[in-house]
Each structure stands twice: as C-alpha cells, then as structure tokens.
C-alpha cells in the first residue's frame, strides 16, 4: 500500500500534463500535438532549374527541391571516342584514378574527407565521356565540389592500381557475351578503327598516355556541374568558381560527328550456348523522339526481341538458340521495316514521357544525370517542358525514323552460336 502511495504521489499532476502538452485540441482546432510532425503538412514545391555558365567555360546547373544533393562533374571529352591511336585504353584507367591523388591531397585524405562529410562517391565512364560525382547531405554539397576536378598527380602506386583494376573490367567485359556484342555493333557501324568503333573495353595504355589523355579530357571548359537539393544557385556557383579556382581550365574541342558505314561483326563462340544478333541504325538526334521508337519498336517485338539506343546508335536485339537465329533475324528485319499503327504511336508516347518523368523523382543521382544530358544537348534544363517534348511528337516524325531504316542497311553484329545467323548480304536485300 505504502508503494502504491508513493508511486501515485511521485506521479505527475495534470496541470503539469497540459503544461509539457503545451497546445491542445481543447485550444487548437488544427493540430493536437505541435511538438510532432504535421500530419498535414504543406505541398511540397516544384522543381527550379537555374543554370550558369562560368568564364572557364563551366556550365553549372542546379535545382532547388531534391531531399538530398548529387553533385556530379561530366566531361564531354572523356570517353574512349576522344581517345587517339596512342590513347586507346587511356579512358578506362582514367576511370579509375577519380578520387586518387592529387592538387596536394593524398588518396586516403580525399577517402575520408568523403567519408567524414557523408558522402557516396561513384564514376562513370563510356564512349562519350566520363562523370565523377557523389551525393551527400545539402548541406554539405558544396564542400567536397573540389575533389571533382583535382590535378591528378599521378602517383606510381595510384597509376600501377589503376591500370590492374581496368584490366580486371576488361577482362569480366570481354566474358560476358552481352558486353561483347555491345562493341561489336559499334565496330561495326563505325568501323573498328574509327574513334568510336574501337572498343572501351582495351588495354595496353601507356602512363605517358594515361596522364596526356587526362591533362587533355578532364578540364573545365566544355564540362556541366550538375547539382540537386541547392536552395541558392547564386551562393552555390560562387562556392563552385571559389572551389575550383585551381583546377585546369583548357580548352574544349567539339568532336566530329562520327561517319555510320553500317558494316559487319560476327564472334564466332559456340560455347555461349545461344546467338546474340543486333541491328543498329543512325539515330534521330532527338533524345524524346528516340524514346519513344525504342518504345515503339518493345511494343512491336517478340519476347526475344528489344530495342535500344546509345551514343548517337539505334536499334534492335535478339537472343535465341542457334537453330532459331535465322527466325530471329527476319523477325527483326520484320520489326524494323514495319511502320507501327498509330495506337502503337500514342501508347509508346505514354510510355516514354512517363519513363521520363518518373526518372526525375527516381533519386537525385539519377536527376543530375536527366540535367546533365539536357544541358549538354540543349544548354538548358527546364523539368516542366519535359512532357511537353513528348506530346508534340506526330505519328509522321516516327514513320520518317522507321522509313529512314528501311532504306538503311543496318550495322549486323553477332556473338556466339551463330552458324545460322544470316550475313549482311543476306539481310540487306530486305532492305531498300
């Protein structure tokens, strides 16, 4: 009883309950407990772009609404296309001395500067260039923009990693019969020695040549800073030109479009057990227009049969056992040369705007790199003229592209089991 007693008496009066409570729904009619997160809280806002374009020939851009911040550095010029005969293989050990040594910062400094502050770094690198990056908290966004664009110094240790590392990708490339075809079709609709023919995947670069083609690619002019959850672009670019005050400026060299010959790669391998066959065409300069036949070309395809579009390529994919390669083939031929209906027309619009739009709100990371390719293709991102961009496509501009391959011998590639997988010549006489 005495324990009950004092527990009663210990317990807090409720005066002091209403006190701690603070407001309640006796005195207000919108929320019964302040203290806590609004169970009605605010829209939140629409996305703000703003871009700027420094004096070193930078272009940053930004946007307002993201939840957390992606900064991601491109450089144009950084892919294997940009590479010289001298240089092949240089893009991909580049690849991997981002975030290594250099302007005065060891390689584990700038590791647990990253670390400290919270952030997750990553690189991508391809034909058409290269991007360093990371995402972190907003407001530490800012801080690390330096570790984007550091004058590499090239340590012997940091190259030797760099160089063994590019191998093994090389290496786990060239065992994957997807990848592999993947630089056959471009071989062969650039030919295997023109800059965007060559495979990605090589080895063999030179230190000399790795340093060169870095000091040349990875510079200031011509590159796009693409920045996401940045409350202030004014304060922020004037972060960035203060941050990157030291980096190596150069000079910006737009490349050449690459000539399509529309030849022919076949790998023979029967062990991979299957064909693999791709078709590849010039594609329309218009990324919206683009989406929207690759869309095409999935609705009107078998199972076995997709589309896909890259790096200035369009076309179309097929897998199949070895005794039905030659099916795939004319299926493929079939699917090309066939001008879809317009309810085809119309359900790919949809699909592609909302693939589109959906990639905004998919992830900071993957909205600095919806901003990055519009402002490297248009010089200007606008998020709400996204949709619209895809409305405005007709039925008419997609009959040109598919009349346009029609007339197009394509670029044939072909991996694996292929005894049965018709040659260009073949193929070319159903297309005229």
């Given amino acids: 009883m005495a324990y009950i007693l004092r527990v009663v008496s210990a317990a807090p009066s409720r005066a002091n309950i209403a006190a701690k409570r603070e407001f309640s729904a006796l005195v207000s009619t919108l929320e019964e407990f302040p203290s806590i997160p609004l169970t009605s809280p605010a829209p939140s806002a629409a996305s703000t772009a703003s871009v700027t374009k420094l004096p070193s020939g930078l272009t940053v851009v930004s946007e307002n609404a993201s939840s957390s911040s992606t900064i991601s550095m491109t450089f144009p010029n950084a892919g294997s296309s940009s590479e010289s005969a001298s240089d092949v293989g240089a893009a991909l050990v580049n690849k991997c001395l981002a975030f290594k040594s250099g302007s005065g910062l060891s390689s584990a400094l700038i590791a647990r500067s990253l670390e400290e502050e919270g952030a997750t770094p990553f690189v991508t690198t391809g034909r058409m260039g290269a991007t360093i990056g990371y995402t972190a908290p907003p407001d530490k966004a800012s801080v690390l923009v330096p570790l984007l664009a550091t004058n590499c110094s090239f340590e012997k240790w940091d190259v030797s990693d760099a160089i063994k590392l590019a191998g093994v990708e090389v290496e786990d490339a060239m065992s994957n019969a997807q990848t592999v075809l993947s630089e056959s079709v471009f071989a062969a609709a650039y030919g295997p020695q023109s800059p965007m023919g060559r495979p990605f995947y090589s080895t063999g670069a030179s230190a000399a040549s790795i340093k060169s083609f870095r000091e040349s690619a990875y510079v200031l002019s011509g590159a796009v800073l693409a920045a996401t959850g940045i409350p202030d672009h004014g304060a922020f670019v004037q972060s960035v030109e203060e941050g990157l005050s030291e980096a190596a400026i150069g000079s910006s060299t737009e490349a050449p479009t690459p000539l399509f010959v529309g030849g022919e790669s076949r790998i023979y ?16 300069s218009s990324g919206p227009l683009l989406d929207v036949i690759k869309k095409c070309l999935n609705l009107s395809s078998l199972d076995n049969i997709s589309s896909f579009g890259s790096s200035g390529l369009l076309g179309v994919y097929s897998h199949s056992s070895p005794i039905e390669a ?15 209906s317009t309810e085809v027309v119309e359900t790919a619009k949809l699909l592609a705007k909302a693939e589109a739009i959906f ?6 990371k993957n909205l600095a790199g919806c901003m990055t390719t519009s402002v490297l293709a248009n010089g200007t991102f606008d998020a709400s003229a996204i949709a619209a961009s895809y409305d405005s496509i007709s039925a008419a501009d997609v009959a040109k592209v598919f009349s346009s391959m029609a007339k197009t011998i394509p670029a044939v590639a072909a991996v694996g089991d292929i005894v049965n997988v018709p040659y260009q010549g073949t193929i070319a006489a159903k297309f005229s």
């Fill in 269 to 284: 391998s029967p062990s991979a057990g299957f064909a693999h066959v791709a078709f590849a065409f010039p594609a329309p």
């Fill in 359 to 364: 990639a905004l709100d998919s992830g900071s």
């Fill in 326 to 340: 030659s099916t795939a083939v004319d299926a493929m031929c079939s699917v090309v040369t066939t001008n879809p």
